[in-house]
């Protein structure tokens, strides 16, 4: 009895807490004993991690035999097989690459896509499986804008709106230009239009490359102080409207059956309904569903906070974050597939991130008037504020964007297949030149449209790093041009339409991997780190 209770009594169990902190940390017993006994407690424990993830994949390529046709699980040439082989080795080449290498894992998910594509181990031909890879990769571009929108700063972003208006159009426009130029020039019978056609699908940046690196780069506090990343995440989504607002309207253009004037107008038109369609949903969001504290309970004494209070809090807070992470990731992969639809496909993704900073920016006014009302005697610096606060909506963001980037980085990689590459003499060493011609002008353009905004030399040289990175827009983009080429256009038409997809292919490979080891590489070396 006495063993007992002193077991349970505070003495006793600070008893058991000292010993088993001795027995873990090497307390009582030699300095390395301990740290030997943690080492080798580590490994069951990640032989028993990998375990379970071989065990998950073997149980859920088992169901799929059991339940899909046999043709569609056939290896090679199946096409439920190949989509499910995409994501497993995609997400195992990532999480290698970064372990091994230290590299970004998108790096080795692209080239799990490349390998599987060009080993024949990718086969997709059935049409609802084409459409089910199309989907995820729609889903996950808007899940890393709606990130995007999330992480952009307010208070930053009012500071510095000239600089992104400017970082967003001028780069954009004079590379799709000088990059046109070069491949009428230098690529065989290729005319004025489709030279400016490929321009802008090479002038996008690619947000899928560019958010989570540089929102790595902020959670670790570099670029905070001046806004470098809030500045480049919030240009990046306009750079890509209108790249791909030009190229709809360029590609109209030479398949052009209707009225120019329609088709010329369109690229503003989509600027303009997603830009109405963000700020409409998320000033909808900012009080729908309600905040937390309008549905708890309020005492008479507000200082008293009992545990089943406590409890019943805790469950409405999950609550509203789910449903709040439901109707805005629902409402910005509807913002992105239906422009599609609806023939504007320039005004999903404005929307899409136009919304998450609106609803983002409202969520921490509301708690900051909540604490404000709660502790009025509290001073409070609205713009450092805000950056401190974190939104529990933008974690289930970060878990939908880890499952779901495999598919985004894989797909872009089925893209490129190497017989586009070796099917036409001198194509490789043309197009790299071509691109290289227009990094260099976007690269003096950038310079000079963040002159006068507070920056300095390091930070300047970081942006034009962080602006290279091309991938998810040349992807989608490239393929539309072949399939309208061969649907409508000539025989020139289809070899253009060939010459520029095997361009995007090339300037995929060289700058994605180059664009996301530069950030990660001269991100800290570059940038000041905030002392928050």
Known sequence: MASAAGRGSPNGRRRQCDHAERSTCGGGGGGGGGHRSLIDERWPSTVAGIASTLVAVLVAWCLLCVNVTPALMAVPGGSVASVFLLYVVSMAAG?????????????GMMLAGIALQNCGLYTVTADWCVRLVSIMREAALAVILIKGGLELNAGQLRRLSGAVTRLALLPC??????????AHYL????????GLILGFTLSAVSPAVLVPSLLKLKRMGYGEENGVNTLVIAASSLDDIVSISAFGVLLGIVFSTGDLTSKI??????????????????????????????????????????EEKQVCHKKIEQSVTAQRAFLLGAGGFLAVTGSQWYGFPGAGPLACIISSFVAGTGWKWR????????NPVIPFDGDDEEQSQEDPVEKVFEHIWFGLQPVLFASIGTEIKFQLLVGDDNIIFTALMVLVFGLIVRTIVTALSVLGT??????????????????????????????????????????????????????????????????????????AKSSR
């Open 95 to 107: 999480r290698a690459v970064a372990a091994v290498g230290g590299l970004p894992s998108l790096l």
């Open 173 to 182: 426009i004079f590379e799709a230009v000088a990059a046109g130029v070069a």
């Open 187 to 194: 690529l065989p019978d290729f005319s004025w239009e489709w």
């Open 265 to 306: 107008v369109q690229g503003p038109e989509d600027v303009c309904i997603g830009t109405a369609l963000g700020l409409l949903w998320g000033f909808f969001l900012i009080f729908v569903p309600p905040s937390p504290w309008a549905q708890v309970y309020q005492s008479q004494n507000e200082n008293e906070m009992t």
């Open 367 to 374: 708690v900051r008037k909540q604490n404000q009302n709660d």
């Open 454 to 527: 507070g920056f300095n030399r390091n930070e300047v040289i970081f942006i034009n790093v962080a602006w290279l990175p091309k991938a998810t827009v040349q992807a989608a983009l490239a393929p539309v041009a072949l399939d309208m080429a061969r649907m409508m256009g000539t025989e020139l038409d289809n070899e253009s339409a060939r010459r520029l997809l095997t361009v995007s292919v090339i300037s995929i490979l060289v700058t994605a991997p180059i664009g996301a080891l530069g950030i990660q590489w001269f991100g800290p070396k570059l940038l």
